[in-house]
């Protein structure tokens, strides 16, 4: 309430405009620290989607849970922080040319099979790519977090020169790092290529890292001896589900489609998935029953019965409660499990990788920065 007084004095004593006030719309810089923070990372991966694309996308969508997993590890003053991502593609001849040939795919989300949904539903087609307008919507349209200990990122990918476009990327990444963004250049293509065509500088004008990857090549996925029990438990952790609302019969199936589509890249890759799914990462309130009461103890009084799932109804308030408290303990002992099986996972793999080198591939390129960006930000593993 406090903030909406401050935003109402500055409207009407003209301090500021209400244009202004509607494009920054929650990024207002007076807004005071919330103290009981615990954490905030936010990703938005802006990605070509233009016809020499296909194998950036493709890295993007085996490297989607490994980038998830890289950011759960993180904690704030040894909370973990809450993560949203966000996806945009720009470049595609597909998308409306007075939007600049970009769409905003999904904003910032905890909703990661919604992500996972989109990314899999990307194609790519013609090509021109503006990097600094798909910056600067990203800049101004997302909802950004405004505490100044709020982690937020920008990640761009492409192949053409980064000055292309009638707004400047030197301008939109200027209004970035003035939001405190950090703007993370991947050039698709050898690395004095990209220098020369202005990624590399970029990311230094965005306080942000420059990379350069292959993004034709083929994704090595190091199998591990503890996949096959974790793939199992993925399907233990999908039965403690309790969809609500015709919203939850949809997203269950959202829920499954995308462990198809995982599954269908690697057996690895399911495997990183369902890392990610034990998570606090993946919270589901808005249509699964174990998650909602955990943010709305009463939830159950407020659902109408012909909402709840058909194993639910016509039994008590407290029959209910009882379901769905089963539901919660089975689901935080199978977490529990794939935690402990996770840390021998990635103890496997960081032994493989120093055996055999590591890829730098889309996913290895993130994940790397994240974690320098991180250490400065006071995020700690």
Same mark, same amino acid.
């Given at each position: *309430?406090?903030?909406?007084? !401050?935003? #109402?004095?500055? #409207? ?6 209400? @244009? ?7 990024? !207002? ?8 923070? @615990? ?24 490297? $989607? ?12 003053? +040894? ?16 998308? =409306?040319?007075? &939007? ?11 909703? #990661?099979? $919604?992500? &996972? ?10 090509? &021109? ?21 709020? *982690? ?8 053409? =020169? ?18 405190? $963004? ?42 591990? =001896? ?10 233990? #952790? ?7 609302? @015709? ?6 199936? !959202? ?14 890759? /399911?495997?990183?998935?369902? !890392? ?18 955990? @943010? ?6 407020? /659902? =109408? ?6 194993? *639910? ?6 029959? *209910? ?35 055999? +080198? ?24």
């Amino acid at each position: *309430m406090k903030n909406l007084a !401050v935003i #109402l004095i500055a #409207l009407i004593s003209g301090t500021i405009s209400a @244009s202004a006030f509607a494009e920054k719309e929650h990024k !207002v810089p007076f807004s005071p620290e919330d103290e009981n923070f @615990s954490g905030s990372i936010q990703v938005a991966l802006l990605l070509d989607t233009s016809n020499s694309m296909d194998g950036l996308i493709n890295q993007a969508k085996s490297r $989607l849970w490994n980038i998830v997993n890289t950011l759960t590890t993180l904690r704030f003053d +040894g909370e973990e922080a809450r993560i949203e991502i966000a996806l945009y593609e720009y470049g595609n001849d597909g998308l =409306p040319a007075e &939007s600049g040939y970009i769409r905003q795919v999904v904003g910032l989300t905890g909703d #990661l099979d $919604l992500i &996972s949904e989109h990314l899999f539903a990307l194609g790519t087609n013609g090509g &021109s790519e503006y990097c600094g307008a798909v910056i600067q919507n990203a800049t101004k349209k997302l909802d950004w977090n405004t505490d100044s200990r709020a *982690m937020k990122l920008i990640y761009i990918a492409g192949n053409e =020169p980064f000055d292309q476009g009638t707004i400047s990327y030197k301008e939109a990444i200027s209004d970035a790092v003035n939001d405190q $963004l950090f703007v993370n250049t991947i050039f698709c293509g050898s690395g004095e290529e990209g220098i020369r065509t202005f990624w590399k500088d970029g990311a230094e004008r965005g306080k942000g890292k420059y990379f350069n990857i292959d993004s034709n090549a083929v994704i090595r996925h190091i199998a591990t =001896p503890y996949d096959d029990r974790i793939t199992r438990c993925n399907q233990l #952790l999908n039965n403690t589900y309790v969809g609500y609302g @015709s919203y939850g019969q949809k997203r269950l199936a !959202v829920q499954n489609a995308q462990d198809e589509e995982a599954e269908e890249i690697s057996f690895a890759n /399911i495997a990183e998935r369902t !890392v990610s799914k034990a998570s606090r990462a993946y919270r589901n309130e808005s249509w699964d029953l174990v998650d909602k009461i955990k @943010s709305d103890p009463d939830a159950l009084e407020k /659902i =109408p019965e012909n909402k709840l799932p058909e194993e *639910m109804r016509g039994k008590t308030r407290q029959e *209910m409660r009882d379901y769905v408290n089963r539901k919660k303990a089975e689901r935080e002992k199978i977490q529990a499990e794939i935690a402990e099986l996770a840390k021998k996972r990635q103890a496997y793999i960081e032994k493989e990788q120093a055996r055999k +080198g590591v890829q730098d591939d889309l996913g290895k390129v993130i994940t790397v920065s994240i974690l320098e960006i991180a250490r400065a930000k006071g995020y700690k593993q």
